[in-house]
């Protein structure tokens, strides 16, 4: 024994290097692995342990060449020998060694705490400042030379940071194999216990051996005891320890590339998945595709037909001729239709009627039956608001789908069929579009009834805006008419007016004259005479005087501009009712208040034409004006229990008729303030002017 331990003491410079190599190697094989990708939790924790390797492999090199002396380490600087600098690498080894072990124990027991890297920094933290403080206790108590302090603070690094940082490695390792035995890797688990179990020996035993010094155990249990008891130094069973350790954790390292290999095969697992998806993928799209072009084509042949009806019906505003010119586009432009027929209704109180038709030159038999079958299928689709279709003699409703590239047939009975689709509604257009469909077709298509429900809706809006078109001329004529009507009135009231001042008040003001000369001449020669002249002349310019005042009184009241509506409508009630002879009553509903003048001005002149019409027209007994007031709106109305007549006829014969010009004025005066003017009337039961304007109070 002695013999060997002599041999060992002369190659323990061999035996530190050995040493620290199986360390440094550790650590960079460590150190390369831990820059990959993966997913064991002992990846995350590699970097320490590579930092413990190589820090601890060069502090076994500082010993070798502090033990070669200053012949070996001539290139080598001298602070790198130092003691102090040895001692710092065993330190932060060490203080690596913890920060791993506790990582990952971390990462082991699954802790997703975000301060599981901070926790173990601490943890070696706290180690190495309870080191620290042994070390100052130490020197404060013992006092120990230079020598003596190195060595005892060796011996404190490896009691205080060695062991611990070996146990809690040790340990963390244990639990970290049984992850890769459950992902079926049992020769990762069984290298990484037994590089655990060495990794324990390490720390425990090999560590338990320190230099020899002065502190308790040291002085005792020391690297001189190990070579006695055992016959070799204590570095050769730390290279030992360190040389298995390094074996075990590099073939425990295997396991990433087992890894690797299992991620490129599912990678590739799922490149191939990929590509027969793509594939998949692909083919379906290229059936879409094909499906998409069909339907494309449809879609353009169908937006080129709507597109052209369009342009048909945008080229006239005339209704009828529009309506003949749509019929024929339909029959020309859609082959599987046959005939179509416009059936209208001209309000909702009337009948319908067929408007005009196109296709039926060819099918004569059908041409006496067919408008009456349309106008029950069409009443049934603006009962429904859906299309309809014609069938055993009674309507029948279709069922639209919203989606319109859908693939169902609606199919239709044999035979020749109808279709119809409504025009609008009780508010706007009000009739229907009625569809022969050839004999050969047998069901339609859902993208076929929509085209067909565009088309009816491009019709309803044609014939609204044809209709509407119409109703403005024809107000524009009117307009026209009630102008000329207008100025006719006003020529007719200068008229009246030069008549009433040349007949009435001319007169009167030439007898006067007259008068007032004869008197002047009789002054001198017959007083008595002259005096009963001007008497009978005082009298005459008193009845000129009034009849002036009631001539303008006719043109504008003064008591609608000095008092207001409403004392200005009492005026005109009871003039009325002296002139007339008619019973008159005046009504006042809510509490009076002035408006604009503007719609004084005009209620005035209404109440006035209609009280004209009542004494004209009407052969009543008894009027009555009711005016009535709210916050927002102003009613007025003129009722009388006259004759009456029947409006509709009225308004509707344009032979000039003074009575309809009036109304027709009234209405037209109504809506230039935003109001409107309604007239009631039936024969013998009187006749009510209702005006209602939105007012504000001034």
């Given at each position: 024994?002695?013999?060997?331990?002599?041999?060992?003491e002369?190659?323990l410079?061999?035996?530190?290097?050995?040493?620290g190599?199986a360390?440094?190697?550790?650590?960079l094989?460590?150190?390369?692995e831990?820059?990959?990708a993966?997913?064991?939790r002992l990846?995350q924790?590699m970097?320490?342990l590579a930092?413990?390797?190589?820090?601890?492999?060069?502090?076994?090199?500082f010993?070798?060449f502090?033990?070669?002396g200053?012949?070996?380490a001539?290139?080598i600087?001298?602070?790198l020998l130092?003691?102090?600098?040895r001692?710092?690498?065993?330190?932060?080894?060490f203080?690596?060694?913890?920060?791993f072990?506790?990582?990952?124990?971390?990462?082991s027991?699954?802790d997703e705490?975000?301060y599981?890297?901070?926790?173990?920094?601490?943890a070696?933290?706290g180690?190495?400042?309870?080191?620290?403080?042994?070390?100052?206790l130490?020197?404060w108590?013992?006092?120990?030379a230079?020598d003596?302090?190195?060595?005892?603070?060796?011996?404190?690094?490896?009691?205080?940071l060695?062991?611990?940082?070996?146990?809690?490695?040790a340990?963390?390792?244990?639990?970290e194999?049984?992850?890769?035995?459950?992902?079926?890797?049992?020769?990762?688990?069984?290298?990484l216990?037994?590089?655990?179990?060495?990794?324990?020996?390490?720390?425990?035993?090999?560590q338990?051996?320190?230099?020899?010094?002065?502190?308790?155990?040291?002085?005792?249990?020391?690297?001189t005891?190990?070579?006695?008891?055992f016959?070799?130094?204590?570095q050769?069973?730390?290279?030992?320890?360190?040389?298995?350790i390094a074996?075990?954790?590099?073939?425990?390292?295997?396991a990433?590339?087992?890894?690797?290999?299992r991620?490129?095969?599912q990678?590739?697992?799922?490149?191939?998945?990929a590509?027969e998806e793509a594939?998949?993928?692909?083919?379906?799209?290229?059936?879409?595709?094909?499906?998409l072009n069909?339907?494309?084509?449809?879609?353009v042949?169908?937006?080129?037909?709507?597109?052209?009806?369009?342009?048909t019906l945008?080229a006239?505003?005339?209704?009828?001729?529009?309506l003949?010119e749509?019929?024929?586009?339909i029959?020309?432009?859609?082959?599987?239709?046959q005939?179509?027929?416009?059936?209208?209704?001209?309000?909702?109180?009337?009948?319908l009627r067929c408007?005009?038709?196109?296709?039926?030159?060819?099918?004569?038999?059908?041409?006496?039956s067919n408008?009456?079958?349309?106008?029950?299928?069409v009443?049934?689709t603006l009962?429904?608001?859906?299309p309809?279709?014609?069938?055993?003699?009674?309507?029948?409703?279709?069922q639209v789908?919203a989606?319109?590239?859908?693939?169902?047939?609606?199919l239709?009975?044999?035979?020749?069929?109808l279709?119809?689709?409504p025009?609008?509604?009780?508010?706007?257009?009000?009739?229907?579009?009625?569809?022969?469909?050839?004999?050969k077709?047998?069901?339609l298509?859902?993208?076929d009834?929509?085209l067909?429900e565009?088309?009816?809706?491009?019709?309803?809006?044609?014939?609204?805006?044809?209709?509407?078109y119409?109703?403005?001329?024809?107000r524009?004529?009117?307009r026209?008419?009630?102008l000329?009507?207008?100025?006719s009135a006003?020529?007719?009231?200068r008229?009246?007016?030069?008549r009433e001042?040349h007949?009435?008040?001319?007169q009167?003001?030439?007898?006067?004259?007259?008068g007032?000369?004869?008197?002047s001449?009789?002054v001198q020669?017959?007083?008595?005479l002259?005096?009963?002249?001007l008497t009978?002349?005082?009298?005459?310019?008193?009845?000129?005087?009034?009849?002036?005042?009631?001539?303008i009184?006719d043109?504008?009241?003064?008591l609608?501009?000095?008092?207001?509506?409403?004392p200005?409508?009492?005026?005109?009630?009871?003039?009325?009712?002296?002139?007339?002879?008619?019973q008159?009553e005046?009504?006042?509903?809510?509490?009076?208040?002035?408006v604009?003048?503007?719609?004084?001005t005009i209620l005035?002149?209404i109440?006035?034409?209609?009280?004209?019409?009542?004494?004209?027209?009407?052969?009543?007994?008894?009027?009555?004006?009711?005016i009535?007031?709210?916050?927002?709106?102003?009613?007025?109305?003129v009722?009388?229990?006259?004759?009456?007549f029947?409006?509709k006829?009225?308004f509707e014969?344009?032979d000039g008729?003074?009575?309809?010009w009036?109304?027709?004025?009234?209405?037209e005066r109504v809506?230039l303030?935003?109001?409107?003017?309604?007239?009631?009337?039936?024969?013998?039961q009187?006749?009510?002017v209702q005006?209602?304007?939105?007012?504000?109070?001034?």
């Open positions: 024994m002695q013999t060997w331990a002599s041999f060992f002369q190659n410079t061999l035996i530190y290097f050995l040493y190599l360390f440094f190697c550790l650590g094989l460590v150190w390369i831990s820059g990959r993966s997913q064991f990846a924790a970097g320490p930092g413990f390797g190589l820090v601890h492999g060069l502090h076994e090199w010993e070798m502090q033990g070669m200053a012949s070996g001539a290139n600087p001298a602070w130092l003691e102090e600098v001692l710092a690498h065993l330190v932060i080894s203080a690596l060694l913890v920060v072990g506790i990582r990952l124990i971390y990462l027991r699954r705490s975000r599981e890297q901070l926790s173990a920094y601490l070696a933290s180690l190495l400042g309870i080191w620290g403080l042994s070390l100052l130490t020197n108590i013992y006092q120990p230079p003596e302090f190195i060595a005892a603070a060796d011996a404190l690094s490896r009691y205080i060695g062991m611990p940082g070996a146990i809690l490695a340990w963390a390792i244990v639990l194999q049984r992850t890769f035995r459950r992902l079926e890797m049992p020769d990762t688990g069984r290298d216990l037994r590089a655990a179990l060495a990794l324990f020996i390490y720390g425990v035993f090999g338990a051996f320190p230099k020899a010094s002065f502190l308790f155990p040291a002085n005792v249990v020391n690297a005891l190990f070579a006695q008891l016959g070799i130094p204590i050769l069973f730390r290279l030992a320890m360190a040389a298995l074996i075990f954790i590099v073939r425990a390292l295997r990433f590339e087992i890894e690797r290999k991620n490129l095969a990678a590739n697992e799922a490149r191939l998945a590509q594939l998949a993928i692909q083919a379906h799209s290229r059936r879409e595709t094909e499906k069909a339907a494309l084509q449809t879609a042949h169908d937006l080129t037909l709507l597109f052209d009806l369009s342009r945008a006239t505003l005339n209704r009828e001729v529009l003949n749509a019929v024929k586009k029959c020309e432009s859609l082959p599987y239709i005939t179509s027929l416009i059936i209208l209704r001209d309000g909702p109180d009337q009948p408007q005009t038709q196109a296709g039926y030159n060819d099918l004569p038999q059908r041409g006496t408008c009456h079958e349309g106008q029950i299928l009443a049934h009962h429904t608001g859906q309809a279709i014609f069938v055993d003699g009674q309507p029948q409703s279709l789908e989606n319109e590239l859908t693939d169902d047939d609606t239709l009975p044999s035979g020749n069929c279709l119809g689709f025009l609008g509604d009780v508010n706007a257009v009000c009739g229907g579009l009625v569809l022969g469909l050839a004999p077709m047998t069901h298509r859902q993208r009834l929509h067909l565009a088309v009816a809706s491009q019709l309803t809006i044609a014939i609204e805006n044809a209709t509407r119409g109703e403005s001329q024809a524009e004529t009117l026209g008419e009630l000329h009507q207008v100025v006003q020529e007719r009231e008229q009246r007016i030069a001042l007949d009435g008040t001319g009167a003001l030439t007898a006067l004259g007259l007032f000369a004869a008197a001449e009789n020669h017959n007083p008595q002259a005096a009963t002249q009978e002349l005082k009298t005459m310019s008193t009845q000129a005087l009034q009849e002036l005042r009631d001539l009184q043109l504008r009241p003064s609608l501009d000095d008092l207001g509506l409403v200005a409508l009492k005026s005109q009630v009871q003039l009325f009712a002296e002139r007339s002879g008619v008159a005046f009504v006042l509903n809510g509490r009076r208040q002035r604009q003048p503007e719609i004084e005035f002149r109440a006035q034409e209609a009280l004209n019409n009542v004494a004209k027209h009407a052969d009543a007994q008894q009027v009555t004006v009711t009535g007031f709210t916050d927002t709106m102003l009613n007025l109305e009722h009388d229990d006259g004759c009456g029947e409006p006829p009225i014969a344009s008729n003074r009575q309809v009036g109304l027709l004025g009234m209405q809506a303030v935003g109001g409107s003017c309604v007239v009631h009337s039936q024969p013998g009187g006749t009510a005006v209602t304007i939105p007012i504000t109070a001034v």
